[in-house]
């Protein structure tokens, strides 16, 4: 039985090796990346039974993304376009070092995804499942995905399952009124929500100002559960650690250091390694911790993916790991 | 002042290494293809004072495209379309190798010079050049390009450029009539038709039966001249060479054999070679023997251009190549 | 369900650049490799619900491999051995060509499979499949594997699977003498058998004289028929492709020609190709065309696995396949 | 028109993998490097019509270097030397890391440059252009080199073309008093002079010692324009930053922090930056800031090219950039 | 004549590319590497003849490890095993990250050298030797492979050869307690031991504690020389350098500070350095400065083996080291 | 004791990867190559002690050199040249395909060998040894090479050292007739002469015209013999084979086909296998037949070197080579 299932758009990320520019680059990496899948990478990693919806063009290119994610344990359930008039999303990565920033180019507008229907959809794996996640990136794509999101997460709530809901607002989407207005009419069908501060902050104009009680995190997170009713509020707070705010009670994560090679995904593995020690019996203070240390250890590996093992994410949280073992 | 003047879409070619397939691979190669850029390379590296014309995305991704045609001489005359609202055409390409055929996936639509307008390109380079050179997949593009390759053709034909053409029928753009109509739109504002000759059996609806003079392909050419008054019709055959009929005299050009490595491109490489020797005062008949030699040379080279020089074709004509020169 | 159930060892496959030695390179490109996890991608990949159980050390290496298999939709069921005390096999691979032969170092000896229990396999899959195959790599192994691989055929006999076993000699792993007593043993429970005429000759000493009826391999089929009331029997003759006895018919196909970039695992693809199309309803004919099909593309693809499509093995057997498809 | 020119050798560059040594390397990586066509292309990219004029021997491998700068929008104006008697220059890059330093190992004897002459020059560029730049290193190379430096520098100067100088001092190519004898002979000439700091004190023996006005920098400065009547003294002092003299006033700039994978062509980054911002009407405050802005950008990038775009150096000016742009 | 002879198993090292993952890797870089030929490697790099002892399998994969060796200078004395029965130990080295540790899984059970016997070796290279070096590792191999080590030590000892030996101890070798009684049983053929203060403290139940005089590793080394009558033990402490006791003397090294590349080496390539400047005529002072140069520049190199020059150690030893040498 | 001693330079080879140009490439292969070094490396895989003499840079480049030759078991006696004034001489190898042939541009002008002389060579290696090789490449190189080369040819004389000479000539490097003036000055002091058809024809004026007795090659053979009393005349004539005269005897030897991955260095490997045989007690026969395997064998590896084994030698002699052996 599925514990965790996913829905979002998933691209081909495509890289120049390191040091070389997209405007001069003879090579790229290609790799499997987008915000769901990669939470559902993580999450089956970890030991979750992990399945992820999504839609893609019926081709050698939609087949390479299938490829990627079922490797690492993922049930892939995808609807299959119609590879003449649907295509595959892409982005180009353009990895920086100070004072140059990572260059992110978008090439996903028309992806089969922008045609999806919730019948399309494998939907009574979320019937099944315990949580169900998506980001606020999908109902950016198109109205058809903002629709087929609204009815997933309808269908969640309405058998059960616990819906998981993180903003990760793009710029290169959408501005952030309409995005704010989309989110908010997911809300009230999501239990779990997981925000960035700085999305509370720009988007849904939550900075936590104009009380004294608590860190602004904390009253970005009571703040977001006395309007939504949200069962759990996570904010995400960068180089600052998480904080929790659950059934009343605080619960505050420092990150751990890490060496960073990669940091696209970051997010995404705090989100897998979190629920995925929740599915594993996990209180909310021990899943920030896997969270957080899921998140470190992606940061190490290149791709969006935490190619990572239950074993080095107890070691990390256990702050057993490091040195050479041998 | 511009000798040859090109007009089309380039895109970026995005190829696995060999023995690996799209469905699986983990990095792409990524060059410049474009059947009117590969005519460009051809012309400049041979020689020729060239320019192109198009229309990209103001991005590294566009960039990425002048920079590689630039490095061949050719003189990049782009308008940059707003890289929020136009993309850049790309295409997957897996070689095969019996019984496997070569795969291509194209990734166009929508790209940026599917809103390309005549006032956005530099007409001055096509009135000024001695040669014009578009083919028939730019008009597949959208009906903007369409409209803009009628209008450039007829500029060229108003200013004494000599226009050339290649129908070059994609199958994955359009159907054979809609193509048919488009080319025969075409024909008037064209000078020089160079036509493969399953194209003009399959689109044209031209095979050369009927009739006893001469080969097939002969037949062709001067049924195409009998009908649009062609200055000269080429047939290219394959493996089997090509054929030009101009002022009446036939002239028959059997091909170079070649250890193929890259079969892309061939045929723009032979257009590029004929026109650069034309421009160069070849007759019709020397030109014939450098558009093969060049394209024999382009398939042992990787890529869609003819990256030659004019030492190399010379000596392919004069069957003073191969061995090792020490 | 599962349709197609295969058990045996599947190594990382270590082989240098083109051009590079063994003895001098730098580097090596990681692949999984295995006949029976061959054949299992090959029946996956062509639309069958295939199943592969195994035994691999509980280590990233054992993952490795489990994460290539499931990429391409194989449900892998496998034992995990104690990494302290297992180890994964593999083997060296140094590709040839003429006068040079290809060169297999193996570095298999005491690999996790050599301690495989039947009472650690999901054996419950096998007694479900259609069909269940094994080759005659496993029992030369280690006794443990001989005697699970007895267990397993046994097992699928009595649940009605039918099974499918090819003898594969491997002359650095046992002598003929001794292989021919293992498959002799094991043949009382196998209903389809695949054998190589050379292996016919050389371990079975069945070369098909004696007789003037029919061709040689016709004779090897039906003498084996005979003795071991096989259900069908296919003979593989190399270049001179395939012949099988079903029910008393003889089919005979040849093979597709090919260009080779890495014949590895050949007939494996074969197998994989044939059983594929006997799932899905095809005669022995139409499956005998569909290995040798599937055999033929293999050989165009790095590796030892069939990273084909359906679509494409049909291209072939309709002879419809090659060229540039845009 | 060409607002910039630049003249002088360049290389080819060739670097073994990150790790690698030159003394086991069995692959490099192949750039062009060389002082006046690294300023010429972060010119050219930042916006300036820029000109290279050079020598190189008439083969693939002259036209290599002649490929890479034009890809980036060099005008490249190059004597082309017979390639039997003429060789390119090359140089061996072995990037370092504490405590093992970089290395470099020249092998520019008798490249095509040291025969260069003035007749063969595109001089007409020089004679047009608003600001005309060569190194130190020019002269080095051989009489011949020195004596066109000399006659270029004086065609600029009698063509109200300002002339830009940077010492550059090699050790490995002469000893500080020829080299000092060599620079001095040629600043009647200069209008421009960049000059680092360890240069000014170890070559020109000017330490800014002695006085107590300004810091040791201005005192270079001003005591280089008080004896050779320059219109402006940039003196690059490192980590410590530019600090410049023009017209009486002094101006200061920090560098911008950079993590660095590549320091080759730091340098001349900050001087290609300097003078594309003084050609688009900045003063010599914000020129400097380009400057160092493109010299903190080429930092992050492998080879010794400055790959950037006038966007990038704005936002570090503008201490907009970093982060990741999504 | 042989001055350092070293004793001990070499595996093929299989690494991925930077940011990969064993458990996903499709390419291995593949290197040399063990304890004792990395010792001889940099002895001979910096100068001193050195000869190598060990057994491998006579296949191109032994000569692989020999061919790597033997390019570095040193003198490979080889007992070629079987290759149908022995085989050639390798290990996969995962680089780590902060918090993710280095991974090293060995598979070197049951390789060629453990089945060495002393009459197979080149023992007249120890009888001439003025040093002999092996490490703990090779007594943890195999019962042969530990009497052979206690066979080679005594014969140096007869023969006036200095030995010198390393504990080295690898927990995936062997327990502490085995450990420490073949080590001991080994110390009085020992003269010169080099020990890590770790191993000291787990292994030898050394920590220096219980005593007031000196530091802790001085008081680990005098217990050992009062214990076992070394002539010299050097006791290592990673980031905090090392320390020797010799005749009675203490000598204390700081480490040099390095960009770490690859770490795996650098004990043995601080042995190497010490070795070759004792063997050059420097005192244990200076030796001890020789190995720490050695062992920080073998971090910035990647492979186990200290790709390195006696000039860039002296360099570094005199503080020389560092910048951009043109 | 040295069996084969070889004198000549060795060059660092840099080509592009298969299907780029060198007039674009950004990566090159570098490798050593030079003719003696490649006869020496032949000789030495297979049984020969083997020594190689020549003059190099005293840098990590002549370090480069040495370090890949000595990993094939070659005693390499380098004479180190000054870095300062000496350099590494360098070809650069591009692999054609018909109807492009393979494009060699040397830059070896100057390197360290062109001022090499006989006191700086361990001429004891040559006195010793039971065949001295060089080839007619080494006295074109310069007038102090040319004088050691003459030297080096007495003083084998002079001690018993059978002489080997291959003209090899270079029209890249001399022409026909200074070629022969050299070629005939050193040929009172050779033993053995291996030439090419073709050599012998263009060179030495010598086409086997004017006589009806034997083969041309015989004639060829005989009339050196004649002329300047060879011990042995070896002709090779590319695909037709190649033919000996021996004490009257004529020996005739097929080429082995084979499938040619990289041509450069089969006339090297052709004498590298003859000697080694020959060493070996062969008689002239069994020699060229090594000589052809050798040969053939070389083709199929990457590189100017015949990384091969004894045993593929005899396989390919005993036609007992190719397939897969597992």
Not at 124 to 145: F, H, K
Not at 211 to 234: H, K, M, Q, Y
Not at 236 to 249: K, N, P, Q, S, Y
Request: aromatic share 6%; charged share 25%; glycine share 10%.
């Amino acid at each position: 039985m599925t514990e965790l299932v996913t829905f979002g758009e998933t691209m081909l990320r495509l890289s120049p090796p390191e040091g070389d520019r997209l405007a001069t680059t003879r090579t790229l990496e290609a790799r499997a990346g987008g915000a769901e899948s990669n939470v559902a990478v993580a999450g089956a990693r970890l030991g979750a039974d992990t399945a992820w919806l999504s839609k893609l063009p019926d081709s050698p290119l939609g087949e390479r993304i299938v490829h990627e994610l079922r490797g690492h344990g993922v049930d892939t359930r995808v609807a299959w376009g119609d590879p003449e008039t649907t295509r595959l999303g892409t982005y180009y990565l353009e990895p920086g070092g100070e004072p140059r920033g990572t260059d992110v180019i978008y090439d996903r507008a028309d992806a089969a995804i922008t045609t999806v229907a919730t019948e399309e959809l494998a939907t009574e794996t979320v019937a099944d499942a315990t949580y169900c996640y998506t980001s606020g990136i999908t109902p950016a794509l198109s109205e058809e995905a903002a629709e087929t999101t609204r009815e997933l997460l309808a269908h969640a709530q309405a058998n059960d399952t616990t819906t998981v809901f993180d903003p990760n607002y793009r710029a290169k989407l959408w501005d952030t009124e309409t995005a704010r207005a989309a989110y908010e009419e997911l809300f009230p069908d999501v239990d779990v929500l997981v925000v960035a501060q700085r999305d509370a902050a720009a988007v849904l104009g939550r900075d936590g100002a104009g009380s004294t009680a608590g860190t602004p995190a904390e009253r970005v997170a009571r703040g977001l559960i006395a309007d939504f009713d949200f069962e759990t509020v996570v904010v995400t707070r960068g180089d600052e650690g998480a904080l929790a705010v659950h059934e009343g009670d605080v619960y505050d994560q420092p990150v751990y250091e890490a060496e960073t090679l990669d940091p696209i995904g970051t997010g995404d593995a705090f989100v897998g390694g979190f629920l995925a020690r929740r599915l594993d019996g996990g209180g909310v203070d021990e899943a920030l911790s896997w969270g957080a240390a899921t998140a470190a250890l992606k940061r190490t590996v290149a791709g969006d993916l935490a190619v990572v093992s239950p074993d080095e994410v107890a070691a990390v949280v256990d702050e057993a790991s490091g040195g050479i073992d041998r």
